[in-house]
T-cell receptor, first 109, second 114 residues
Framework: GQSLEQPSEVTAVEGAIVQINCTYQTSGFYGLSWYQQHDGGAPTFLSY??LDGLEETGRFSSFLSRSDSYGYLLLQELQMKDSASYFC??????????WGAGTKLIIKP | DSGVTQTPKHLITATGQRVTLRCSPRSGDLSVYWYQQSLDQGLQFLIQ???????AKGNILERFSAQQFPDLHSELNLSSLELGDSALYFCASSEGLADTDTQYFGPGTRLTVL
């Protein structure tokens, strides 16, 4: 079957750095996406990795290792507004987006 | 604002009833996706349409159906509703079928089945 594994919850301190991991097992792979969702809100796109390596967008970076079927989202200089759920998603060989269960990021002052 | 609109925002109904959720994609987007999100759960992909045709099917129950109209708006029909169908239903749209296509989500419809 197809699956994406990510931690259910991560806690960090304001101003710190946090890494949210995602491992996947899917039939085919076109890319790994990350989405952010605040409580009660809609998911919003953060990043997309199709090739190995690190992609940086401001305070957020996303990494992919295709050989390890693994990626992570790195959030730096954490702010209280970053408290949200973060989802990884993989586009499989049928172009379907397979979603992880989400990681709830709790930020403490 | 993602540009994707969903109506209604909230819907309260009784078990056994039928409801229709509506979605208008971003201007120019040809793909529409439907997702179900139960309380504190992840996103469950239901179904995708591309330019009026069904493109991919996820864990969609037989009681549920959807369609995409010529003007590209989409409707999700939920029938014989059960308590467990209470959830947030999201619609998302993307330009096409490319693997780099970002999905833009609407604000969701919160369905409560009593």
């Amino acid at each position: 079957g197809q699956s994406l594994e990510q931690p259910s919850e991560v806690t960090a301190v304001e101003g710190a750095i946090v890494q949210i991991n995602c491992t996947y097992q899917t039939s085919g792979f076109y890319g790994l996406s990350w989405y952010q969702q605040h409580d009660g809100g809609a998911p919003t796109f953060l990043s997309y990795n199709a090739l190995d390596g690190l992609e940086e967008t401001g305070r957020f970076s996303s990494f992919l290792s295709r050989s390890d079927s693994y990626g992570y989202l790195l959030l730096q200089e954490l702010q209280m507004k970053d408290s949200a759920s973060y989802f990884c998603a993989v586009r499989d060989s049928n172009y379907q987006l397979i979603w992880g269960a989400g990681t709830k990021l709790i930020i403490k002052p | 604002d993602s540009g994707v609109t969903q109506t209604p925002k909230h819907l309260i109904t009784a078990t056994g009833q039928r409801v229709t959720l509506r979605c208008s994609p971003r201007s120019g987007d040809l793909s529409v996706y439907w997702y179900q999100q139960s309380l504190d759960q992840g996103l469950q992909f239901l179904i995708q349409y591309y330019n009026g045709e069904e493109r991919a099917k996820g864990n969609i129950l037989e009681r549920f159906s959807a369609q995409q109209f010529p003007d590209l708006h989409s409707e999700l029909n939920l029938s014989s509703l059960e308590l467990g169908d209470s959830a947030l239903y999201f619609c998302a749209s993307s330009e096409g079928l490319a693997d780099t296509d970002t999905q833009y989500f609407g604000p969701g419809t919160r369905l409560t089945v009593l």
